[in-house]
């Protein structure tokens, strides 16, 4: 079993760039049946107090700001982090011009260098269950929240990209990362209980999208963002799964594939 330094160094093996992260967003922005976007509605649904301080933890390279540049409020503090600094590099290329809007740290959010009571609002965008001690960090947001500050949490369900699990686990049983894993660590289905212990209210939203993908190269780039299953899939194995896939669209003419994700406000107590 890997101790809680080993699943750190994997991430930062996984996450030290955001070259990985982009090929699963590029496949959800494609394909997706819902117009709306998905940074777009995140933003939507955050609301931003007057010189609000926000802390964004696991900032990834920072399209969430990228896609809402224009509507971040002018008056609005906003600390960058990730464990990673080479995230962090890249989340200053992205912001190009609109860099030096934003502060960066490097930091775990297990432990979170910050006095009691120091944000407005906490942001973990797709990352709360990839943090070993999780109870820890959950606590640590909740204690640099000022009273009435707000955590929005965003995750997925069980059943995220089932009917792609399916395909790929057809083609190389064992072979596809789940989602599901992921979600039974903090999910749609047990964040709420998991938050309601650091914090008095726990609202869910869920994102009404799904895909309905029509080309095999983005998800061969998709399949090989995760580490494990590049390895197993290397050389010709990708190329015979790649023109796997192809034939399943030439069949159907497109996959339907489910999306089950959502926002989590969470409020501290007073």
Request: aromatic share 12%; with cysteine; net charge neutral.
């Amino acid at each position: 079993m890997i101790n809680e330094d080993g699943k750190m160094s994997l991430l930062k093996e996984q996450y030290s760039d955001s070259k990985n992260f982009m090929a699963r967003i590029e496949l959800n922005r494609r394909f997706k049946t819902n117009p709306y976007s998905w940074l777009s509605w995140i933003f939507d649904q955050i609301k931003f107090p007057k010189d609000a301080r926000v802390l964004e933890i696991g900032c990834g390279n920072a399209i969430l700001w990228k896609a809402n540049i224009e509507r971040i409020p002018e008056d609005a503090h906003i600390l960058l982090s990730d464990f990673s600094q080479g995230m962090l590099n890249d989340a200053r290329k992205v912001l190009g011009d609109a860099e030096s809007r934003f502060d960066y740290e490097v930091m775990d959010a297990q432990e979170i260098p910050y006095p009691d009571n120091s944000f407005d609002i906490v942001i973990a965008n797709l990352m709360l269950y990839h943090i070993p001690n999780r109870k820890k960090a959950i606590s640590e947001i909740s204690r640099v929240l000022k009273t009435d500050g707000t955590l929005y949490a965003t995750t997925f369900g069980i059943n995220d990209m089932k009917e792609l699990k399916d395909i790929i686990s057809h083609f190389d049983a064992g072979s596809f990362p789940s989602a599901e894993p992921f979600a039974r660590l903090f999910g749609l289905e047990n964040g709420k209980e998991q938050l309601s212990q650091s914090f008095d209210q726990v609202m869910m939203i869920k994102f009404e999208n799904s895909l309905e993908i029509t080309e095999a190269r983005p998800v061969v780039d998709y399949v090989r963002s995760f580490r494990k299953v590049d390895q197993k899939f290397k050389g010709h194995k990708m190329k015979d799964f790649e023109d796997y896939f192809k034939g399943i669209l030439e069949k159907e003419g497109k996959i339907k594939v489910t999306k089950d994700t959502g926002i989590f406000i969470a409020t501290k107590p007073k």
